[in-house]
């Protein structure tokens, strides 16, 4: 898909976002405000699956640091949200730099296991430190602004931070950094004899990766006005995963879509039924067996085959 393509359908797609609302559906609202953050949370993990070829298993460690912060800094220490929600991305990248210092250290299945071992140990702390966290009773009660204390204008929020997020990672991933990104992912001692740093490459993959999972962590904590031990369980690290993979890993669209379909399947589940982990592994089979390019790589095979045609 071209540039100028992408953009129109970008903008189109932007524009029925904004307009949604005036459908005067609250369930609509609040769907697609989860929708919103999840396709966030999803395009950050790309940016490390896709762009680097790095696979981790512990980034919902990042979307809980985002939250687990924001809600602190709003509810206990009455900070704005001015101040809370920037302080709580920032908080989310210098983790992420820390834990990413000592994770590209090592590649493939020893660097995913590391990102585990990581994120588990953030559930741990989450878990234990309960005067601060809530432990297992979750930290509840997040005081958001007054302004942002209906569906609509928190659905109006979410989705200009989630546009602008999404906007800077186009950015970044079409810039020479995200290029110097992809040269690593397919073939990294050859793009290291031709001079490219690829442990501070990946590193700094990592970094952003975990910054924008930050503030999608925090999108989620004043939507649901709570942050909890569940968010940074290695469970929500692989159901974005497989919205990464379900979407398509090497589009950068792919992960958006991912996201979008696998939480309307997981909502329209559990309506009928209490097994949607069944059904999340079985969509994983498809994704592995069938559609190893995602959503995206059909669509892709898809307009192929009818050029041809």
Request: hydrophobic residues 55%; aromatic residues 14%.
């Amino acid at each position: 898909m071209s540039g100028r393509v992408s953009l129109a359908v970008g903008i189109g797609i932007l524009t029925l976002l904004a307009l949604l609302p005036l459908a005067g559906s609250r369930y609509a609202i609040d769907l697609a405000t989860q929708v919103l953050i999840y396709c966030l949370f999803a395009l950050s993990l790309n940016v490390l699956i896709g762009y680097a070829g790095n696979v981790s298993f512990g980034h919902a460690a990042y979307f809980a640091i985002g939250g687990y912060a924001c809600a602190i800094l709003l509810t206990t220490y009455n900070w704005t949200l001015a101040l809370a929600l920037p302080a709580a991305v920032v908080l989310s990248g210098v983790m992420a730099a820390v834990i990413g210092y000592f994770c590209v250290r090592l590649t493939q299945i020893y660097f995913a296991m590391l990102t585990l071992a990581f994120a588990m140990l953030v559930w741990g702390v989450a878990f234990k430190w309960r005067e601060v966290t809530g432990g297992d009773d979750g930290l509840t009660g997040i005081k958001v602004p007054t302004l942002l204390g209906n569906a609509t204008s928190y659905y109006y929020f979410t989705l200009v931070m989630v546009a602008s997020g999404v906007a800077l990672l186009w950015l970044i991933c079409h810039s020479a950094f995200g290029l110097m990104l992809v040269a690593v992912r397919e073939n990294a001692v050859r793009a290291g004899f031709v001079g490219v740093e690829t442990r501070r490459l990946r590193w700094v993959a990592f970094i952003v990766a975990g910054t924008f999972a930050g503030l999608a962590g925090a999108l989620f904590g004043m939507y649901h006005r709570g942050m909890y031990i569940e968010n940074a369980f290695w469970t929500e690290s692989a159901q974005v995963l497989i919205m990464v993979l379900l979407g398509g890993m090497y589009s950068f669209f792919g992960p958006l879509i991912g996201a979008t379909v696998l939480y309307l399947l997981q909502v329209a589940t559990n309506q009928f039924t209490q097994y949607w982990p069944t059904v999340l592994g079985l969509i994983l089979l498809v994704i592995l067996m069938f559609l190893p390019d995602g959503l995206a790589g059909l669509a892709a095979r898809f307009r192929r085959a009818g050029g041809r045609n």
